[in-house]
Every structure is written in C-alpha cells, then in structure tokens.
C-alpha cells in the first residue's frame, strides 16, 4: 500500500486539490491532521487522483477549468441555475473555459434593478416617507410586472412605525444590499455601472478568499464589513435589538447571486416586523411579490435528475446519439469525474442540496427550468 504521506505528497502538487472549495476537502486553514483523514478516507478522491496521474501534463484549457469553474461552482447553485452547470459542461465539452464566469458574485442588471426597487421602498419606511408620495416615484419608473403600491403598503403595515431598534436593522440591511449591487460583476458590468455616487467600501474585494471565476474582481464579501460605520452599526444591532446577534448576521449573509434572495429578504422583513411584537407575524406571508424570482423545486429537481442520468450514462458509454457532454477522452473524463464528485459534495454541504433533494428546500416558488 503506498505510504501516507507519498500519496499526500501527490495529491497537494497535483491539479485535483484545487477542485474543493467550499468544501470539507479544500486546503485546510486549520486542524490539517482531519483534513489529511477526510483525504486519505475518500475512495472517489483517489481514483480522480489516480486518474490526473495517468494523464501526464495536463492541457492548460483544463487547469483553467479546475480552477475558474469547478472549483468556484456556487455553493448555492446560482439564480441562474442550471446556466452555471451547463457553462462548466460546453467548456470541457470544447475544451475552453468561457471567458466570463457565472458563478457567486454574478448578477445582471435586471435583478439589480429589482433589488433596487426593493432597497428604494425600505429607504422611504426609514425615512417616514408617506406611502403616496414614495410611490409616486416608483410610478415614473418601469414597474417590473408588480405592483409597487400594495407592496409599499405591505412593507408599512409589516414593519409600522420606525422604532430604534427597527431603523437600525434596516439601515443595516439596506447599506449591505446597496453593496452587492455595486460590487457583484456581470458581462457588461465590471463594479463600474452601479451605485457610483455612494462609497460602500473597498470594491476591489479580499484577494484572500479568492475572485470566484473572475479575476482580478476579488470577493467583496468582507471588505464592507471592514468600515467604522459598519462595525459600529453591528455593534449596536448586537446590544439593542432582540435577538440582535441573529439579525447582524441575517442582514449580512444575503447574497443577491443567491437563488432565493428576494424570499430571504421578505422573510427577513418580516422578522425585523416581529420585533417586540407579542402576537408574532407568519414568516411564510408573501408581502413582496417576489414568487417568480426564486425556484420551483420539484421543477428544479426533476431536472437535476435528468442532468446526473444523462452523464451516468456517458460515464458508462451508454448514450448512444446523445452529444450533451461530447467525445469521451481521459482528461475530458476526468474533468467530468471531478465536477460529479464536486456536485455531490455541495449537495451534502453546501446549500446545492436545496435544489436538488438532498435537504429541505423552503417555500417553493415559480421560477422553473
């Protein structure tokens, strides 16, 4: 049996170790002793592995793939899901990484648009703008297929009259999402379209938590956390507001790429109505009329399965006249092999699962493949 510590050796000078963030089996930042265990105990870790060896020199077009596509895939899945999988499958299938990644940190234009919307009727409750007059500028703007004035009424009546400890929450939820519209990129969008004229933090990102796909655009997520304001308001979320330590990080993890952003934040507001509230309001009220932005899940599911029949079946030879995943070749079933094992990994740990079964999904929406 190899040694222990030879087959590590390997393992960490090869490209395989870099498929795994956001997993259990990425390059530990601590305890690496059960990081070498997880390591040596996965039997499907060994056959990639083995299989990277038998390949020689790797092509570069592949180690670009590794690095910007399946070791980035979304934890989550994306909202644009399954665009991100397929674009992961053309590339190995034509043997080039595109040369925009969907992956975290991505949205267009349009869900920025409607995030903003969302931001503008918060802002006007924050500001005890009457609701006849804040609608009257949404009224000049497209209305994005709803209907703005009983969703601003639906926002007052959940959140009623700005307490300290409300205000708080909110201008803390509204700076944070003002923030992922101006620093997650997109084709046409390189953190210089968005919210120009308010400085949020440094849009350049944490070099250390890496560029998700898309460098040099670094992850944004940390450096708004870094600002005296920021750290003061989370300070005063923390030693005010009830249940304060879960509304500074509820207003902090809401990531606009995320599949269900706009329940999150409907959800959310309607928690931050709750507070100091004897007879509680339901946290499954639909007050944003946001169903159509978020998943379907037995749509979302039923063709997830199809996608891990469909490749089962090329990695048995069995798909005969079906051309979805290309030729079979050694890297290009290695590759293959590596994004199988990566998928399954994020299903059981990251929040993939919801998707596709695996954990509980939530309220199911209206979004279908």
């Not at 499907?44 to 592949?62: F, H, Q």
């Amino acid at each position: 049996m190899e040694d222990r510590k030879s087959f590590l050796r390997k393992y960490e000078k090869g490209v395989t170790s870099t498929a795994w963030s956001g997993t259990p089996y990425d390059i530990p930042h601590d305890n690496r002793e059960e990081w070498e265990e997880r390591i040596l105990s996965s039997s499907e870790l060994k056959v990639i592995l083995e299989e990277e060896l038998n390949l020689g020199k790797i092509p570069e077009w592949a180690v670009e793939i590794v690095n910007r596509q399946i070791s980035t895939f979304p934890a989550c899945g994306h909202y644009t899901f399954p665009h991100p999988l397929l674009e992961v499958v053309d590339a190995i299938k034509n043997e080039k990484c595109p040369d925009f990644v969907i992956s975290c940190y991505t949205a267009d234009s349009e869900r920025k648009k409607l995030m903003s919307y969302y931001i503008y009727c918060l802002d006007g409750w924050l500001k005890k703008a009457p609701i006849e007059i804040a609608l009257a500028e949404l009224q000049m703007r497209d209305a994005l297929g709803k209907d703005w004035k009983q969703i601003l009424s639906n926002i007052h009546e959940t959140l009623e009259e700005p307490t300290e400890e409300k205000s708080l929450v909110v201008r803390r939820l509204i700076h944070r999402l003002r923030w992922w519209i101006k620093t997650l990129t997109w084709f046409d969008d390189r953190r210089d379209r968005f919210q120009l004229d308010v400085y949020s933090g440094d849009i350049r990102g944490d070099e250390k938590w890496g560029d998700y796909g898309n460098p040099p655009f670094a992850d944004p997520y940390f450096t708004e956390l870094q600002l005296p304001e920021i750290q003061e308001m989370t300070s005063l979320i923390r030693d005010k507001v009830p249940e304060g330590e879960g509304f500074a990080v509820s207003t902090e993890q809401n990531w606009l790429c995320g599949p269900k952003v706009f329940r999150y934040l409907e959800r959310l507001i309607l928690r931050i109505g709750n507070i100091d509230k004897d007879e509680k309001r339901d946290l499954g009220d639909s007050i944003l009329q946001c169903e159509d932005t978020y998943p379907n899940v037995e749509s979302y599911r039923k063709w997830y399965s199809s996608f891990v029949n469909a490749l089962a079946k090329w990695f048995k030879g069995t798909d005969e006249g079906n051309n979805d995943f290309g030729e079979t070749t050694p890297v290009k079933h290695w590759l293959f092999r590596m994004l199988r094992f990566k998928l399954q990994l994020l299903e059981k740990y990251g929040t993939f699962g919801k998707l596709t079964g695996v954990q509980e999904a939530g309220k199911s929406g209206e979004e279908r493949i």
